[in-house]
């Protein structure tokens, strides 16, 4: 099956009060263990490429190869959408030019006036392609490669501006923040969520910074019009963990263990069961 754009998976998630999982790809194993979850869980799902993994792996041109490779030789069947996550303007551009179906233009740092006047443009470009646009009010909090955000709550009425836009889906900052949440983390604010959806109705909406929120404000932003929850974080936090037990076990002095086909696989199977399990969790499992 080709690469989609997100736009319709994500409209049948909003009616049908589920979300789909944006897992953040690195590599090929990263990859082929998301595609691979999804094709067994029968799960929508939409890949997630930042600058700096897209720059890692070789280019945007090497990121859709690797891509459409693996859906085409694994027989990957499930809708797939590979999306760049939190896009300069420039490189929203680059992205439509290399093949991806779906772009996210992080504008929240702009003032409002220049948010609307750069997404109105990309809006355009993309559409004219078939791509799917993400759009960004309120920063969200934390680091994600170089992108820094204070965990702001966005404006209702300027969601409302940049929707109208015609954007396909809308991020809106509600005090979630990238990476892990630390303990006096105050939780996300229903009460802005609830005005957003007020706002802009139907419009699939975005929670960015997934790791670390608890399995009951998930649920509850779903039933408020979140279709669309954003995973990095824990990936990496499994795909660690699991490369750390290999080696600290010794695995890797054990006849060929230093192979990285072996070296990698207990980090490849970890994120497998973290795939899966935040797909149970977003209630995508069935929905392809």
Not at 217 to 230: D, E, P, R, T
Request: contains cysteine; charged residues 25%; hydrophobic residues 40%.
């Amino acid at each position: 099956m080709a690469l989609v754009s997100a736009t319709e998976m994500l409209q049948k998630a909003e009616a049908g009060h589920y979300a789909v999982g944006q897992f953040n790809i690195n590599n090929l194993e990263w990859t082929k263990a998301i595609l691979e979850t999804a094709q067994e869980c029968n799960s929508p799902v939409i890949l997630g490429v930042s600058e700096g993994a897209g720059k890692y792996m070789g280019g945007y041109d090497v990121v859709v190869g690797m891509v459409n490779g693996l859906i085409k030789d694994q027989n990957i069947t499930v809708p797939v959408a590979l999306h760049l996550d939190h896009g300069s303007y420039e490189h929203c551009y680059k992205c439509i030019e290399a093949g991806f179906p779906s772009i996210m233009f992080d504008g929240s740092h702009y003032s409002i006036e220049e948010n609307v006047e750069k997404t109105t443009e990309i809006v355009k470009a993309a559409h004219a392609k078939g791509v799917s646009v993400e759009a960004e009010v309120g920063s969200i909090g934390g680091e994600e490669d170089g992108v820094v955000g204070m965990g702001e709550c966005a404006d209702p009425k300027e969601c409302k501006r940049i929707a109208d836009l015609g954007v396909d889906f809308l991020a809106a900052g509600i005090g979630n923040i990238h990476g892990k949440y630390p303990a006096n983390w105050a939780g996300l604010q229903f009460d802005v969520l609830a005005a957003v959806q007020g706002e802009t109705g139907t419009l699939p909406l975005v929670l960015h910074g997934g790791t670390g929120i608890p399995d009951d404000m998930i649920k509850k932003a779903i039933s408020l019009g979140v279709a669309k929850i954003n995973v990095n974080t824990e990936c990496q936090l499994v795909f660690a963990e699991a490369t750390r037990k290999y080696i600290e076990d010794g695995k890797d002095l054990e006849g060929k263990g230093f192979d990285p086909r072996k070296l990698l696989a207990p980090g490849y199977q970890a994120i497998k069961a973290k795939v899966k399990e935040k797909m149970e969790l977003f209630g995508s499992v069935g929905k392809a």
